[in-house]
């Protein structure tokens, strides 16, 4: 205790500190620091943005391989462990789990905050300063974006104005696809929601599942109304039209007691007689599931031999699930209640299905359920179809992308222009609001004017043309009076020219693009409030060689 009382003022607060803590302050010991940090996390993904982004290559610690520019997919398999661009990635993440789209546009954004924000602190502002101007700038974009709305999805089950909606927030990650994704995606999000209009269109994500079938080409993707279970069914019954299914929680076998117990069998006489009690029980079962009606069994567990035997010889389909969350996806594609005890069941707890059968579909073999009237399921399954498991891992985020986009158009379907339109308005007019403005604010603000640049600038940049001349383009349609000019225009990568966004269809989402901006500004204000990081020692003791090194 005596020890740990002294202090050595010359070494500072590391003195008062463990062995092994490292300390870090001040503008050029931490600030700086984390915004390098930040710089680099933020300049790794813009080469991923658009449809013209590059993709990544990404070998987790499982030593996985991923190929994407899902920017979600990279920070997760990344494993940041920068504190500050730790902060960047959970923001990220946090967009992701909201709204599924624009995880990029936050790193991007909020590193580009961070990097006009450095040229700031170089020229002797102070961080309060940048912060409150950040802040003041944040408050205004968000008073001025509802006046460039250019659209609203007011109909979700609208199906012509959901695939427009859709085809620019797909396109961004699978291009060339959107139109065959975009009317998929629309097709089994409207299959789930109430058919009743009266009643607000609401979208569930779980029911919208995806079955990915390796083999064939991505225009192949079909939708089903109901599911694919990607396994084989277990007897020899492959086919059942309107079937009435009964779906048991627990495994179709003779039952275990929970007691330890002995049988004494004296000849073979008592072990025949044993084994016909068993079969008998079972066969009674297995009649009484037949004689109510059902035509189709499905079991959240082992299947015996003797129960399969008998499940064939009353002409039943098996269907056997080791997941109770594929089990709770089939219930609700089919109205059934899943039952725990083996035997027959009411009519109210059968399922109905217009057909269920086995197809072999690229060398696998699945089982899929189909409904014909939509009021009959509430699940529907996306089959995607692509030759490699990347292609398919690719478009399933695309399309969970899509699911969302969805979900966040049931409850606002105010749409923006898109190709960098609403950024490059957004910094033109925040510019014009940062000359108003007396204060020392006003660098700030015009900072953070040009920090939303970053996104038309890096959509130009990853489309291969020079960005000066035309960013410079790009500025000049938005504050001259043409007929070219206007604040809709944006960036066209196919005609490396202006285009106007909101008559080519190029459309965001306003809610999915306030919650990113509320996201970035927020990880860029946090980051820049740091002024010192103290890291303790890593617990544990010396890590050990690695397998196969030489001797240190």
Do not use: W
């Not at 997760?76 to 789209?101: C, N, T, W, Y």
């Not at 102070?126 to 409150?132: G, K, Q, R, S, W």
């Not at 250019?150 to 012509?160: G, H, I, P, S, Y």
């Not at 204000?525 to 890590?543: C, E, F, H, N």
Request: hydrophobic letters at 45%.
């Amino acid at each position: 205790m005596a020890k740990s009382m002294n202090l050595n003022a010359a070494a500072g607060l590391g003195g008062m500190l463990k062995d092994g803590h490292k300390v870090f302050e001040g503008v050029h010991g931490a600030v700086l620091r984390n915004i390098e940090a930040a710089k680099a996390l933020a300049l790794m993904v813009q080469t991923s943005m658009g449809p013209n982004g590059m993709n990544k290559l990404v070998i987790n610690h499982l030593e996985k391989i991923f190929v994407t520019s899902d920017s979600a997919t990279i920070m997760r398999e990344l494993e940041v462990a920068h504190p500050a661009a730790k902060i960047l990635v959970m923001a990220g993440e946090s967009q992701e789990s909201e709204f599924g789209d624009n995880t990029n546009f936050v790193l991007s954004f909020a590193g580009e905050l961070l990097k006009q924000a450095e040229e700031l602190l170089i020229n002797g502002l102070h961080t309060a300063e940048i912060v409150l101007g950040y802040e003041r700038a944040h408050k205004k974009l968000l008073e001025i974006l509802p006046e460039l709305v250019v659209r609203t999805v007011a109909d979700v089950r609208e199906r012509q104005d959901l695939v427009m909606a859709l085809k620019p927030i797909i396109g961004t990650k699978q291009y060339g696809y959107e139109t065959l994704l975009s009317n998929l995606v629309a097709e089994a999000a409207l299959a789930t929601m109430p058919p009743d209009r009266s009643r607000k269109a609401s979208l569930n994500m779980d029911h919208v599942r995806i079955a990915k079938l390796r083999g064939g080409d991505v225009s192949n993707s079909t939708v089903v109304k109901g599911m694919i279970m990607v396994r084989d069914s277990e007897g020899i019954v492959k086919r059942a039209t309107n079937a009435k299914v009964i779906v048991f929680g627990c495994g179709i076998e003779a039952g275990s007691m929970e007691a330890k117990g002995t049988v004494l069998l004296k000849n073979a006489e008592d072990l025949m007689n044993y084994n016909k009690s068993e079969e008998k029980k079972m066969e009674e079962q297995i009649a009484s599931i037949a004689a109510s009606g059902a035509t189709v069994v499905v079991a959240n567990g082992s299947v015996s031999e003797m129960a399969l035997h008998f499940l064939d010889k009353f002409n039943l389909m098996v269907l056997k699930t080791p997941s109770k969350f594929e089990l709770r996806r089939i219930c609700g594609a089919l109205g059934a209640t899943a039952v725990v005890r083996l035997g027959a069941c009411s009519p109210e707890e059968m399922g109905f299905c217009s057909l269920i059968e086995v197809k072999e579909i690229g060398s696998r073999k699945v089982t899929v359920f189909s409904q014909e009237l939509d009021e009959d399921t509430s699940v529907t399954t996306i089959a995607v179809r692509a030759s490699t498991e990347h292609v398919m891992n690719d478009v399933e985020r695309a399309i969970d992308d899509g699911v969302n986009a969805v979900r966040t158009f049931c409850t606002d379907g105010r749409l923006l222009p898109g190709a960098g339109a609403v950024e490059l308005e957004l910094s033109r007019r925040l510019k014009a609001f940062a000359d108003e403005v007396l204060g020392i604010d006003q660098y700030a603000i015009r900072k953070f004017a040009e920090a939303l640049l970053v996104i038309p600038r890096t959509l130009v940049e990853n489309s291969g043309v020079d960005i000066t001349s035309m960013m410079h383009t790009l500025n000049a349609s938005h504050s001259g009076s043409g007929e070219k000019c206007g604040p809709t225009m944006g960036y066209d990568i196919e005609e490396n020219c202006p285009v106007d966004a909101a008559a080519a269809d190029i459309l965001d989402g306003y809610a999915c693009k306030v919650n990113a901006i509320r996201h970035a500004v927020d990880a860029a204000v946090t980051v820049l409030r740091v002024d010192q990081i103290v890291m303790s020692k890593p617990a544990g003791g010396p890590k050990p060689p690695k397998q196969g090194a030489p001797d240190a």
